[in-house]
Each structure stands twice: as structure tokens, then as C-alpha cells.
């Protein structure tokens, strides 16, 4: 950790880098305007060290940092890569991204050129002169509505137009006025996710976990982590496809890679940063190694740390500008300070402006309900936010949660009877779940699809209650990973013996917990020690609740001795 | 978060409370001597504001400190409390802790009759002068062996003489020789523990659960959290009393409660710092809001943050330094890069020193196992620390784990057949566990023990094989709040019918989770998928597992077809 790095720009990203640069006591010297830019407020270089006041576009004070330090990389991709690329030449300074990555990505279409010729999947494209005949002929090409993008120094937004008819192309073109351009398919995405990808000196490559993110005005406005999907196959294919596109490109460090979710399952890419991502601000609480340690840790030649989550459920919102008001944000970074598991990050930027990301809050959780309902109360302190889909109000009774951590199943709606003391048992506690119908007689492949879907739902446990040959239970667990409780539903004979066999002599290899006949609270209950083997607090709740049981037999035990048993027998 | 706050030292603790207030964009002003103080070197405060070059104990400085400020802390309570109390009573800036509190705290003897006077537990205590006979007069009342402690300026054993017979008073005396000195009963306790607490500005205090921690040569090595115990009350009850005693204290913060944990299960307090603690550094990763920024939110009367932990297991060890030699440290930290779940904490001193606390490293992990296994990987790294008690070697095939999350008990040796390939199912899923015997009919007190002390010593599931009037699974439900796995074993007469409905036929309130008659394998599988719910790894471990077993059957397919099936009947 004895080498000096040098930061081409001091925003957040810049900032947050800097925060893992002090962890590993990595010396770090930022290139940026004024004594405010973010990064600079939270690492002070000892002397002869010491920020450089300039602009990462300004070759001379480019060379001054790199005079300095040993390692360069930047925390924005719009640097003077003409000046890096003499560097490069000139000395034995590392740089990370690559020059040439950077030229790469700076250029959107050069960009796309690059992926398209690597085979990696992305959104059809075509280069557009700014004219209106270029327009029309790549509105006939790539179909309608048509995005319209500069080819550089686009970002949140800014630089893309939607053609929706060919009416608006003059309208684009002024919009878009003095900017290469290209032109793009409309993607018309289920989801936009993200995966960051972190690769070494030697080329290997380590994803993070797929996100959903959910932009406002195309500024990145909510990441989600992680991605779930009723496919369980999706998230892994994410990572794959942005570990694929990311391995095209030279350079160590951290890559965000923004892609889209297809209404078929397929994936295609959107666009490339090659650096620390907004998508990737949940790492720092939410992962084993942050992204920032992670570039850190990269462009140093050490080796790469663990993308994993270590817990269940997170997510991010940016504090964004509407104004100059800085009142809005620290508000919001107020509210959230009430509220549990929200991490407030501020930036420390001087000025408040609309559009001008100044903070962000992570919420992490035991599970994505619970980081829902926090993130419904962060909501009403951001400014032009309102609780949305992405954090709803709790069901009415008598429906289904829409995070649930427990389905409850039955093969036909005449079980509900035992079912629904398993459903007012996860109330009491709590715990979040949906109740539906599976028939595995009926509804085959119903049931391997509600099966197979459950884990990358986020459901944690499955209740499936059944009578006389009873292969619900059984079948389900034959599907899924996860722990399958059995309720025997007692038919019109053998007095439920039918159902409990049928459903507890499973066959080695797949166990199904089996519950007393027509017990559905002990289902619940069952449910409820499962989940609490990851939530501290439920285990409380059931100590509690047991003790609630002793109670009442000793209340009856109390009873019986006053009245005596006689009596006691009238009064019951 | 408008409010600027000066700290009094900036060392590693005032480090980690700058790296919080950059979070909130809380303005930090830095009072200690040198650039390389390390809280210096990662917060900048902007100009007009600068850091102050001096001592704490100056009162000039601290005087020009208060000038620049709204709130003063201290990350060490031996300043000079004499100008904070003229600074309290002309200023209107608010000092957190109290100067009072400050002073109580310094000197040991005090704080031990504050203490004692509001009946918070500590060892029996006297004051002592130094003289030969003042020290035997002590032994006499308190016995031997005996702690001679300085009042005052003592930390990290500093200042410490342990007389184990009255021969050593002289030698104790030339030991402490200039220092006021008291005496303190030998407290043979089972561990050292701590809980930090919060207070805010109302009084009101939260605490964080309760750690073990490890001294080596009196220096805090090692912190373990959270404190596992048999009996599961002992962590609230420290929790408890460490509240009880900062609540007697004034000013806001947070607070290091040190205690003892005695053989009896009592607890008493050994001392408290006023400020934030070494065996707290865990919180940083572990726990919703981590101690430093609570200590924050308590002094600028912001919501405190939820002190629970956020994940199952942490452990964090000091990187101590054992010579001059900054090699030692650096190959250290470099070793933990390569541990999962290791997070580097380096604290930029400029020199390295035996004894010198120069960073420290916090492991995570998803179970004790995983976390103490990673310790020992790390320690290897550490000099002078070798693989100890607190991070054993993996046991021998057929013993018990130091670290179980499941717990496999039967109630007879008779029963181990039907329980061996329940061991052996959660082998292949490398998941730790024990195994013993626990008979519900021969042993009802050990039953007892046993399941109520299995959560608070870290399990998480319990199976529990039983046969005939098989009551052990059921018995066990009914003592824990853990999800328990019953196998019924088949007996002599009625085919194990027997077992699995005394087994599986609980009352509603305490489920058993029944498998197959004689069926450990399934058993096993149960635990896994429960545990999985935890432990995302597992998860795709069991996809594997049901994926070969499909393939298992496919070659029998595949065999039946090429050989016929009468040939397979003769080869099989």
C-alpha cells in the first residue's frame, strides 16, 4: 500500500474512493477545481503532497499529478485522453482504466462499435449525420420510437432525445445541436439492471451481484440489490454478459455496466462506465468488499476482494438537487437518520443545483420487505419523490404481501381452513407472505414454475398444505432449494393418516418438514423458527410467545385450584 | 448537520469519528500534534477552518479549538479537563462528554466510587498508599492476589501490578513508583466483556450487544461478537448493567463498558472510557449504525442509530506493532486482502512501535465457524499471535465443531445409526455441527440445558432422533426458539409408526419439522435447506446436490435401456 495514486477529478466518486483509500492507508492525490471538490474535503495528502487545483481536461496539470504519484485513474470517464496517452508513453505510470478503454467509452458509437464487434449482445444502432434525411433513413431502419444520442459527453440524460414520430426530427436536431450523433433501437425493457464488474491487472474479471436500478428523468434514481426475478437464471446471466463485455475492454478497475432485461428474459447491453458507478454506491454496505476498495485494490496490483453480499437485501436512493435549496437535502439526510438501517451519505458539495447528485442513502435490511417499508419512509423526505412501486404500502388483510419471505400453498381452496391459521400466525408475527393455490394434480406446471421461481423471488420458506395423496408438499420440494414445511389436510377418511404418509415418508434426498394433521399454526410457527434462524428479532418474538403459552396454562392451573374441578368443568 | 465539532486527539479513534462525519458532512476540527495525527490526515476542514497543531493538554489550544467550534468530544478522557470546565462555564459550546464525567473518569479510584455509590457492581476495591504496609493492609481486606493499579494515566496495562504475594510489594512499588495508587480484588473471571452505550443529550442510552474481548500483555487483542454464552440471559443482563452504569454518568456519547464475566454468570464492571472504544471497531461493519457515527448523532442531538447487529458473526483483531519494524503491519494487512470478509482498517501512523495499536482488521462472516476460520487464516499473518483458542483447527471426522450451527442429538447411542448419515449429509455441505446424546426420559436436565442454552451458543437448527414413545424432538420445541428436525427411529415392534406420530403429532404451539421413519439423510438435507435460508452459498450447494441426483437416475436410465431390463436385474 506504499504507492501513490492519482484521481483524474473529485466528485462523490472521487470522494468515496478516497474514503477506502484511507482504510488501506493508500496515499491519493486528487486533481480537481477548488479546495470543494468532494474527494479533496476527506483526504489530506501530507506534504510534499498535496491536490492539485485544476481541471482534469488541462494536459498541464495532468503531467503535475502524474508527476506525483504513481498510479493514475480517473472517477470520470470525460478526461483528456490524448495527455494520458503521452503519459503512457512517456513514463512508467500506470494508468487504469486504459487510455484506449477510455477512448473507447467516451465515444457512444465507437462504444457500441466495439461490443457489437466482440459479439456481445446490445440494442441495434447506426451512425446519423445531423441532418433530417439521416434521421428518417435510421427511423427506417431501427423502427420508431427511435433513440437519438450524442456520441460523447452524455450523461444523466443529458444528450439523448426519444423520437417518437418523424415530426420531431427537427425538434431533435436543435436539442441535439452541435453533437455527433447515433441513433439506437428503442429497448422496450421489463427492467433496466446493472452488474459491476471489478478486473485485475491480469485480466480477470469478478462481478457483483445484478441490480435493478430505476431511473427518474434518466437520472439514475433507485438501485435495487438484489435483482429478483421469477427466472432464476437471470442474475447469473447478467453477471455473464457483463463479465464477457468487460473482458473486451484493457485496464484494470471497476467497471459499471448498465444493461436491459428484455420481455423475454434476454439481456442487452446498454452502456459501459469504466470506473465506480452510481449502481454500485449499495456495495459499501451491502457486499463483502466495496467497489471502491474493490478499484482500489485492482489498479494497485492487490488482490480483489470478495463481491458477495453478506446480507439479504438493499437499497439505494440518490439525494438529487430540484433546486438550489440545499434545505431539501439535508432534510431528506435528516429524516433518514430516523430511520433504521439507512445509511446517509453526504457529499459536501458547496452548492445545491436541480439535477445535482449531492448525497445518497443506503438501506440495508433482513429482507427486501423490510428494506421496502424502510425505503416507503425515506420517500416522504425526498423531494419529488412519493412513495411508489418500488416501495408500496402494506397488503390489505386477506392478501398477498408483494415481498414475501413465505408462500403458503395449498392444492385446492377447500384446505384454506387449515391454511389460514398458518397465514394469522405469520400475521402475529409479522412475517410477510403470499397464500395462493397450487394443484399438483391440476396445475402441473404450475406448480414447477411457482417452484422453481420461489428462491430468486426471495421467498425463504414454503408451506404446502395437502390431503389424501398428498404429493404437494413433496413435489414442491422436489423443485426448489428451499425448506418445504408439509401440513397433512385430513380428507373425508383414513382420518389424515392418508395425507401425513403420503407427505412425510418422503424419499431420501428430499426432505419435506412435516407438521401435525390439519396443524396449520404449527406450520406457521414452524415458519416463523425458519426465518428467525436469520432475523435475531423473531427468535425474541417466539421466546415471547412461548412464554405467553406458559402463562395461560398457568392461568388455568390457578383457576382449577380456586373454583375446583368440578365447578371448573360447569364453567368451560 | 451545520454544527462544526472539535475533537480533543486525533488518533485512530478520532480517525474512524472523522471518517463518520464526512458520511454526514458534519465539519470536524482536529486538535492533537503533527500532520500525521491520523484523524488529520482524512478530514479537511475548509477554510477558515483548519486543524490545530498542539497538545490537548494545552489549554491555549484547547481554548483556540473551542473558538472554532460548536461542540467539543474528546477520543481520549486524559486532557485537561480544568480548561473544559472554564470553557463550559464562559462559553455556550456544548462538551461531550462532561467535564465532570471526564473527571471522574480519569482517576480509576474515582470512577470505582462513583460507581459503587449508585450500586453498579465492580470488584471490591480500596484506596492505598505507597508504602509497604499500606499495600499488606489491602491484601489482608481484599486477599491475593492482588491488583495495585494507578488512579490515573493508566491504559493498555500501563500502570498495572498484579501481586500474587506480599514478597512483591516492594518490587510493585518501584513498578508504580510516582503514581497515586488503590487496590482492587483479583477478579477470576471466565471472560472479559464489554457493551458500548449511547446516550444522547436527553439521557436516554442504547447499547450495542454484548462482545468477549481478548487481552494479550493487557492490550485489547481481540474482539469477538457476539458474546456466546449457555446460558442465553447473560448478554442482555451486561447490556443491562452497562446501561445502568453510563446512566449515572452526565454528557452525551458513547461509552466502553468493561466487564468481567464471572464463573457464577455475575457481572462487574472493570472500568469505563468515555468515549469510543477498541472493543467497539466491530460495529463499523456489524451493526446498523456504528459507534462512531452514533457517537456523532449523541453530541449534535441527532436521532441516535440502531445499535443491533446486522449481520450473524464478527471478530476483530488489532494490528499491534511488536517492533519499530512497519514491515510486520504491512504484511499483516496485505494477508487479510486475501481473507473473504476481511475489512482493513490502517491508521496511517508515521512510526511503528511494540505495543502501538496501527490498525486493525474486522472479519464478517455468515457463522462463527466461518468467521473463526477466517481468523485463523488472518492470524498466520500477525506476529506473535499464533491460531488459538478462539480460532481452532477444524475437529477430527466424528467430533464435535467448537462453532456449531446445528446441532444433532439423539436419545440413545442406539439411535446412531439412523442419526450417522445425518452427520455425515451436513459433511458434504461442510456445515459445522455436534453430536451427542440427550435422552428426554434418562437425562431430563441436561435436556433442559441443552435446548435452552443451543440459540445463545449459536446454533441454528436442531435435529433430534427419537424412537418408540419419542419424545425428545417434541421436548426439545418446546425449550427453544429454534427450529427443530425430528427422526423417527424405527423400534422393535410397530414398524416406527410409534416414533413418527409421537414425533410428529404435536399440540398447536410447538411444531417439530417430522422426517421419514429412519431417514437421517433427510434429516440432514432439512438442516441444510434451513440453514441455506442464511447462507446463500448453501443454496447453490443444494441446486448442485438435487442436479446430481437427477443425473444419478438419468444413468440408470440410460443403463436400463442399453442392457435391457433383465439383463440389469442380474447385473444390479
Redo the contacts between chains.
Keep these: 500500500?506504499?504507492k501513490t495514486v492519482g484521481v483524474l477529478g473529485g466528485g462523490q466518486l472521487g470522494?468515496m474512493l478516497a474514503?477506502s483509500a484511507?482504510?488501506?492507508?493508500v496515499k491519493m492525490v486528487i486533481l480537481d477545481v477548488g479546495?470543494?471538490a468532494p474527494a479533496?474535503?476527506?483526504?489530506?495528502p501530507?506534504?510534499p503532497l498535496a491536490h492539485i487545483e485544476g481541471s482534469f481536461a488541462d494536459p498541464e496539470k495532468v503531467w503535475e499529478l502524474a508527476a506525483k504519484v504513481d498510479v493514475l485513474t480517473v472517477e470520470i470517464e470525460h478526461v483528456n485522453v490524448d495527455v494520458l496517452e503521452q503519459i503512457e508513453k512517456k513514463t512508467q505510470i500506470a494508468i487504469h482504466p486504459s487510455p484506449q478503454t477510455l477512448r473507447v467509452i467516451q465515444d457512444k458509437l465507437l462504444q457500441k462499435e466495439h461490443l457489437a464487434a466482440h459479439g456481445v449482445p446490445t440494442p441495434r444502432f447506426t451512425q446519423v449525420a445531423s441532418s433530417q434525411q439521416a434521421i428518417v433513413d435510421a427511423a427506417s431502419l431501427l423502427g420508431l420510437p427511435l433513440m437519438l444520442k450524442s456520441r460523447t459527453l452524455a450523461y444523466d440524460g443529458r444528450g439523448n432525445f426519444t423520437l417518437r414520430s418523424l415530426d420531431q426530427a427537427s425538434e431533435a436536431l436543435s436539442f441535439l445541436e452541435g453533437r455527433p450523433l447515433y441513433a439506437e433501437q428503442w429497448a422496450p425493457f421489463v427492467k433496466e439492471i446493472a452488474v459491476m464488474v471489478v478486473r485485475d491487472v491480469q485480466g480477470s474479471v469478478r462481478s457483483y451481484p445484478a441490480v435493478e436500478t430505476v431511473h427518474e428523468n434518466h437520472i439514475c434514481h433507485l438501485v435495487l440489490a438484489p435483482l429478483r426475478t421469477a427466472d432464476p437464471k437471470v442474475g447469473q446471466r447478467a453477471q455473464h454478459v457483463a463479465e464477457e463485455a468487460v473482458k473486451t475492454l484493457s485496464g484494470a478497475g471497476v467497471f459499471g455496466v448498465e444493461m436491459f432485461l428484455m420481455p423475454d428474459d434476454s439481456i442487452l447491453i446498454n452502456e459501459i462506465a469504466p470506473r465506480p458507478h452510481n449502481s454500485g454506491h449499495y456495495t459499501i454496505e451491502a457486499c463483502?468488499t466495496s467497489q471502491y476498495e474493490n478499484h482500489l485494490?485492482a489498479i494497485l496490483s492487490?488482490?480483489l476482494?470478495?463481491t458477495?453480499?453478506?446480507?439479504p437485501s438493499a437499497a439505494m436512493l440518490n439525494l438529487i438537487g430540484t433546486s438550489s435549496e440545499m434545505q431539501e437535502i439535508?432534510r431528506a439526510?435528516?429524516g433518514a437518520?430516523?430511520i433504521?438501517?439507512a445509511?446517509?451519505?453526504?457529499?459536501?458539495k458547496a452548492e445545491c443545483r436541480k439535477g445535482r447528485k449531492m448525497?445518497h442513502v443506503t438501506i440495508?435490511?433482513?429482507s427486501d420487505a423490510q428494506v421496502r417499508e424502510r425505503l416507503r419512509a425515506l420517500l416522504q423526505y425526498v423531494p419529488s419523490s412519493s412513495p411508489d412501486t418500488h416501495a408500496p404500502p402494506l397488503p390489505e388483510k386477506g392478501h398477498s404481501h408483494t415481498f414475501p419471505l413465505v408462500g403458503i400453498i395449498m392444492g385446492s381452496d377447500s384446505d384454506l381452513p387449515v391454511m389460514l391459521p398458518a397465514a394469522r400466525t405469520l400475521d402475529h408475527f409479522a412475517i410477510p407472505y403470499e397464500l395462493t393455490i397450487v394443484s399438483a394434480h391440476r396445475t402441473p406446471d404450475r406448480l414447477v414454475s411457482y417452484s422453481k421461481s420461489a428462491?430468486s423471488r426471495g421467498i425463504?420458506?414454503i408451506i404446502a398444505g395437502a390431503g389424501g395423496a398428498a404429493h404437494l408438499p413433496g413435489m414442491v420440494a422436489?423443485l426448489t432449494?428451499?425448506?418445504?414445511?408439509g401440513v397433512p389436510v385430513k380428507g373425508s377418511v383414513l382420518d389424515g393418516v392418508d395425507s401425513?404418509h403420503s407427505i412425510?415418508?418422503?424419499?431420501?434426498?428430499?426432505?419435506?418438514?412435516?407438521?401435525?394433521?390439519n396443524?396449520g399454526?404449527?406450520?406457521g410457527?414452524?415458519a416463523a423458527?425458519?426465518?428467525?434462524?436469520?432475523i435475531?428479532e423473531l427468535?425474541e418474538q417466539?421466546?415471547e410467545?412461548?412464554s405467553n403459552?406458559e402463562k395461560e396454562v398457568m392461568v388455568k392451573v390457578h383457576n382449577l385450584e380456586v373454583v375446583g374441578w368440578e365447578e371448573y368443568m360447569v364453567k368451560k
Design positions: 500500500m506504499d470522494r474514503a484511507s482504510l488501506l492507508n479546495d470543494h479533496k474535503q476527506i483526504i489530506s501530507l506534504p463483502l485494490r492487490l488482490p476482494g470478495s458477495s453480499m453478506h446480507l439535508t439526510s435528516h437518520l430516523s433504521p438501517g445509511n446517509v451519505h453526504l457529499y459536501g448525497g440495508i435490511g433482513e428462491a425463504r420458506v422436489a432449494v428451499l425448506p418445504v414445511i401425513l412425510v415418508q418422503m424419499p431420501r434426498g428430499i426432505p419435506v418438514a412435516t407438521v401435525a394433521i396443524n399454526t404449527n406450520a410457527l414452524l423458527r425458519i426465518i428467525g434462524t436469520s435475531p427468535r417466539m421466546a410467545y412461548l403459552l
